[in-house]
């Protein structure tokens, strides 16, 4: 079992920038990949990036390419997402999850946070 908290989440204005946390509970942490999906209002929750257990792989969305940076501390059993360069677009809640293996399917992983809010003013 695995509990997740993100915390991070603001209103900043177009071309800034936010650390999102994900703070995990349990031992296991450094055995999952983790995943961090947004969902928009009236939109479906999407995929924006993974890290692999040893932070060795991760994984972007094209939409957040080279804006969005996934990083990990196993030793502090958390999760981060930098996010630079917010566009209006990216506004949503941002929610990070942990799985067995990579997968940009949000189905397919096994504990989710209950979201940090992300707002981007133009």
Do not use: H
Request: with cysteine.
């Amino acid at each position: 079992q695995v509990q997740l908290v993100e915390s991070g989440g603001g209103l900043v204005q177009a071309g800034g920038s936010l650390r999102l946390s994900c703070a995990a509970s349990g031992r296991t942490f450094s055995t999952y990949v983790m995943g961090w999906f947004r969902q928009a209002p009236g939109k479906e929750r999407e995929f924006a990036a993974a890290i692999s257990w040893n932070g060795a792989n991760t994984w972007y969305a094209d939409s957040v390419k080279g804006r969005f940076t996934v990083s990990r501390d196993n030793a502090k059993n958390t999760v981060y997402l930098q996010v630079n360069s917010l566009k209006p677009e990216d506004t949503a809640v941002y929610y990070c999850a942990a799985g067995r293996l990579y997968t940009n399917t949000a189905e397919r992983y096994d504990y989710w946070g209950q979201g940090t809010q992300v707002t981007v003013s133009s």
